[in-house]
């Protein structure tokens, strides 16, 4: 999600070649006996950003994030932090902090003493201790809590209690595991909004693993897709989502209709592909990195296809007939199951623009017509 | 909101009886015993007599019940000095067993819990595998090692470590040995089972948040095993405080426990009344820890609840 800031340059330094960035993890890859569970990853990360590691389990993102914390060694590579190495420091003397996917919160001590614990390890006078936690309860709404301990908190309250704890210490990053994992839907929502809010309040550069690719889209100002433990893309949500580098990236965020073909013709700004399983021709109106008969595939959101009851005006390109398959009534929108005429089911959805009653809507078994714009798909080779 | 409070006062007979049989043993086969030696310890000793005490019911002439109570064997316990070191010797050894049975305890049950879950039953067994042996063989046992021409001896001479034997036998060095080997186990299953169930993340984000790893378990796992550390002190405490076997097979004569003199009144005196004495005072003595004990378990158990 892109936010609102006067300065247009500040909020993409990523852009900007000259901008240095805050944290440098270059080749890093850790091995478990055989197994490579983080495979030569380098990343760059700059000051003020909310960077999204998102990947399915197993897929190394938490691992590279307690190797950030240094719970864990690389086995190769170095991370850098503030043109700091961290390799040679260990977890308790990293300006670095973690929120816990589980809070791990002290049981046997109040809310207070928790958030305190950081500080009383810095041996701060007590005073400024004091002032310290009281100001951090109030930013994450905790003040009447303060004595209570842990088990008689509800689950959102001990997220904000894990948030301070970590922030209280003002680290130079902040590392999340699934922030919000623990927290039931409307709650999350809400605290989405209110983590951007305090990340932005405070200035500090947070890593969020994840593998909640809605989470991941609203809090984040760039994303790493992993797999396989490597980061198979970088990109902000909207790039991550609009231009997928690969098959993987575009199925993994978001649902997608992924048409296999034959590329018959690129040409200077506009590219045709033969799928056959769809029984017509996909048209894009932009080159195509790839050359004529080798094997593409083209992706398309499902919100991209229009469904029409009528054949459009000139059939034959990016329109096939297909039949409905399955309708799911969603409330705001309508997903549509269309098997088309080469055999392929397409998911298409549609928005419940207009109150519909009987017969007017569009019903299972019916002949349709699907399209799209020739700017729609994306044409992956990989 | 009457209903339920009168459901659950009224308990369905199955489940009466499960809770009612072990109450009905405990009366019969404690609380009874319990009184009849609080009765004989307040008794007049007869040692002609069978039993060798004078009821403290008795119907006098005029056919009136008269109860006589004798404090005598209670004072006597308090005015003579061989009781009363005993009393503090009794305590001592117990205090101290108990702190090097948690001082070596605590390690062991802290590396079993960390061991992978495959070997951690092989540990607990090796704990566990001494009891399988009678109880006063591995008493004898240590007789064979620490006595002067014993194992430990021989071994020590041997390799010229000293010129000639130590005198182990019949002291208190022993009796600690004896009584920390022996209760060992008590000290290590409920620290184990504490620290078993602790979260591990806990000590990392101790860590995380600046804690040295040390300084970490002691800010955090100390703490959080409390309940443990109690339940494991008082399973050797309490045991430890009227130990018999122990002393007597080891320790020294000059330097009784509270248990050998209670045996000694009972079995070579026949002073009934002042064994049960000793007897009372020792359950009184040992009823205050006990009911710390219940008062941590009843926190523990509420803040578990909440």
Known sequence: MVRSRNDGNALEPWSDPAAEPYVRISG????????????????????GEIFCLLGGSGCGKSTLLRMLAGFETPSAGSVVLDAQDLAAI????????????????????????????????????KAQIAERVSQMLSIVRLTEYAKRRPHQLSGGQKQRVALARALVKRPKLLLLDEPLGALDRKLR?????????????????????????????????RIGVMNHGQIVQIGTPSQIYEAPNSKFVADFIGSVNLFEGRLIEAQEGQARIQCDELGGVVHVDYAVDASPGQSVCAAIRPERIHLLREPPEHTGENCVRGVVREIAYMGDMSIYLVQADGGKVVRVTQPNIARVTHGQRIEWDEQVYLTWRAGSPVVLTR | MGQPARIRLRLPAGQRAVVAIPYVWLLVLFLIPLLIVLEISFAQFAPMARPPYESILRWAEDGVLRLKLQFDSYQYLLNEPLYVSAWFYSIKVAAISTLLCLLLGYPMAYAIARCPPTSRNVYLMLVMLPFWTSFLLRVYA???LLKTDGVINNVLLWLNIIDEPLQMMNTSFAVYV????????????????????????????????????????????LPLSMPGIVAGSLLVFIPAVGEYVIPSLLGSSDQLMIAKLLSDEFFMNRDWPRASAVAIAMVLLLLVPILIFQRFQNRTLQAARA
């Open chain 1, 28 to 47: 890093v890859t850790k091995r478990f006996g055989d197994f490579a569970a983080v495979n030569d990853v380098s990343l760059d990360i700059y000051k």
């Open chain 1, 90 to 125: 260990p977890p308790y003397q990293r300006p670095v902090n973690m929120m816990f996917q589980s809070y791990a919160l002290f049981p046997h001590m109040t809310v207070e003493k928790n958030i305190a614990f950081g500080l009383e390890q810095e041996h701060l006078p």
């Open chain 1, 189 to 221: 929502e809400h605290t989405q909004f209110e983590l951007i809010n305090i990340q932005q309040q405070l200035g500090v550069t947070f890593i969020v693993v994840t593998h909640d690719q809605e989470e991941a889209m609203t809090l984040a100002s």
């Open chain 2, 142 to 144: 240590w007789i064979g």
């Open chain 2, 178 to 221: 004896g009584i920390v080997y022996s209760y060992l186990p008590f000290m290590i299953l409920p620290l184990y089972a504490n620290l078993e169930k602790h979260d591990l993340t806990l000590l990392e984000a101790a860590q995380d948040l600046g804690c040295g790893p040390i300084r970490a378990v002691l800010r955090i796992t």
